[in-house]
């Protein structure tokens, strides 16, 4: 029996150019594969710059913004008795528990009170806190915060007395602050600004309407 | 005499090709879902950046009305520091234009409007002028601000609104 055996495999050249080709695509994929973990890397250090930004956002807004008692100095702020405090490590403690991870770095922190006094001489907080956030594994990554709390006006009636938030007595007040200026009400309306409408009168109320009741003092949002 | 051929058959370059034509547009489709992913996360990143202005705006106008109701006429203003006083405060000063480049690449409008509440109910129904069956509120204030940015050729914006109470 005389077998005849026809081998129909690749030639040599086309061999060579697939090795070629499969060479091309798997450099492209490498190329594809280190682009994807750089880019996870950057984006999970972006990540956690952002929550620490929005950490320190939400706990300082919410804080400041319904204390009764603030407390203000370069580094630290308390607001009824919680201490916020930027320590030189780069992290914000809140009552000495470290608030923000240990691979971000905080610096160039700033508190400035930009609060104006009212008219009837009490003094509301308004805050601007800016920082700047940084990756301690990629310098590169880095992340800047302005934010602007102002405290709010609440009023509690109880039994008579009228609780109304204060500010408790800077310690060691710095030399160079003076008393606030009163200032006098001078409007300083823009001159290309377009005229207001004029407003239509208030109406006289029905003397038939039903009483309105007496409503008690609350703020709306 | 029986004569038999085997043929022992490989695949043909086309077929190779072909396979790795595939291979390739299944590896290459992953480049857009990591292209959206990105651009996801810099919308992100805008977002946020463009919350902080908007919260900026409301809480300076707040501290600023609230220290002197009647100063402060409905209309559009700016925020800016005094630093004429000392220590400095801030200020609202009354604008036709929005604030551009706040933070580079945002815009931001802040509005104070007074409100008109239902005579009989008490319920806020819209802004002033008001309406035969509702007065202005006077000790009742709202402060509404817009941020507007551009990015990649859209524009986006978002807005917030607070309502203050001087009692």
């Known amino acids: 029996m005389n077998k005849k055996i026809n081998y129909q495999g ?12 499969t060479t091309f695509i798997f450099l492209g994929a490498s ?12 984006v999970q250090k972006s990540q956690s710059l952002d929550q620490a930004k929005n950490d320190i956002q939400v706990e300082l807004t919410n804080n400041i913004k319904w204390a009764k008692i603030l407390l203000i100095e370069p580094d630290s702020i308390t607001a009824d008795g919680v201490i916020y405090k930027f320590e030189s490590d780069g992290r914000l403690y809140k009552n000495g528990i470290p608030m923000t991870s240990g691979e971000i770095f905080l610096k160039n922190v700033y508190i400035t009170d930009l609060s104006r006094t009212r ?3 009490e003094e509301l907080i308004s805050l601007k806190v800016t ?3 940084e990756s301690k594994r990629s310098s590169n990554i880095s992340d800047h915060l302005n934010l602007v709390v102002s405290q709010r006006r609440t009023k509690i009636e109880i039994g008579g007395d009228i609780i109304s938030p204060t500010r408790t007595p800077t310690p060691t007040p710095s030399p160079s602050v003076t008393p606030r200026p009163t200032r006098t009400p001078t409007p300083t309306p823009d001159p290309n600004a377009t005229p207001r409408p004029t407003r239509t009168p208030t109406p006289t109320p029905d003397p038939n309407a039903t009483p309105r009741p007496t409503r008690t003092p609350s703020i709306e949002y | 005499m029986n004569k038999k051929i085997t043929t022992i058959k490989g695949f043909v370059l086309i077929e190779a090709l072909i396979s790795i034509v595939i291979l390739s547009m299944i590896a290459f489709s992953v480049f857009p879902i990591v292209s959206f992913l990105v651009k996801k996360s810099g919308v992100s990143k805008y977002e946020g ?4 202005v908007l919260q900026e705006g409301i809480e300076v106008s707040y501290n600023v009305l609230i220290s002197d109701w009647e100063r402060y006429a409905d209309g559009r203003y700016s925020i800016f520091v005094d630093e004429t006083l000392t220590p400095v405060t801030w200020e609202l000063v009354a604008t036709n234009s929005p604030d551009e480049n706040i933070d580079t690449i945002f815009s931001r409008t802040i509005d104070v409007y007074t409100i008109c509440r239902n005579i009989t109910t008490g319920v806020n129904v819209g802004l002033a002028p008001c309406t035969g069956d509702s007065h202005e509120d006077r000790s009742t204030r709202l402060i509404e601000s817009v941020v507007t940015w551009n990015e990649a050729g859209i524009d986006k914006e ?8 001087n009692f």
């Open chain 1, 119 to 121: 008219v009837s001489g």
């Open chain 2, 49 to 52: 950046r463009a919350s902080l």
């Open chain 2, 158 to 165: 978002v807005k917030a609104s607070l309502l203050v109470a």
């Open chain 1, 131 to 133: 920082l700047d956030l």
């Open chain 1, 31 to 42: 190329a594809l594969i280190l682009t994807l973990f750089g880019t996870s890397g950057r």
């Open chain 1, 10 to 21: 690749f030639t040599l050249i086309e061999l060579i150019i697939g090795v070629l080709i």
